[in-house]
């Protein structure tokens, strides 16, 4: 038999089991900033100055681009579980300026 939703005890249904943490969301804007710079298009300069060649500046430009995204799922699911909580507990109207606040002071509290 299935569970239904009034088995559910009623601290459960709703919101996070943890506060949101002000360090985690900017680890996590950071580590997304660092995805978006395209670091991976240095790789043939970088290739060139070391005296390598064209085929090993495009392997060092996919490695470039896979430690990348890497390191973006990483500052997706460090900032993101803190950065759904706060977009469940604000309203639409004060989200952009409680987050500015949080990443900006570090302080839950506006």
Known sequence: ?????????????GGTDR???AT?????IVLL??????????????AKSLGWSVHAGVQLGIAMSIGQTLIGIVGAVTGG????????????????ARAWHILWTGNMDQ
């Open 1 to 13: 038999m299935l569970p239904r939703l009034g088995d559910v005890p009623e601290e459960k249904l």
């Open 19 to 21: 506060a949101i943490s």
């Open 24 to 28: 985690r969301l900017r680890v996590g």
């Open 33 to 46: 900033l660092v995805w978006l710079i395209p670091f991976w298009a240095l790789a043939p300069w970088i």
């Open 81 to 96: 579980k803190d950065a759904t909580a706060l977009v469940k507990t604000t309203p639409v109207k004060e989200l952009p």
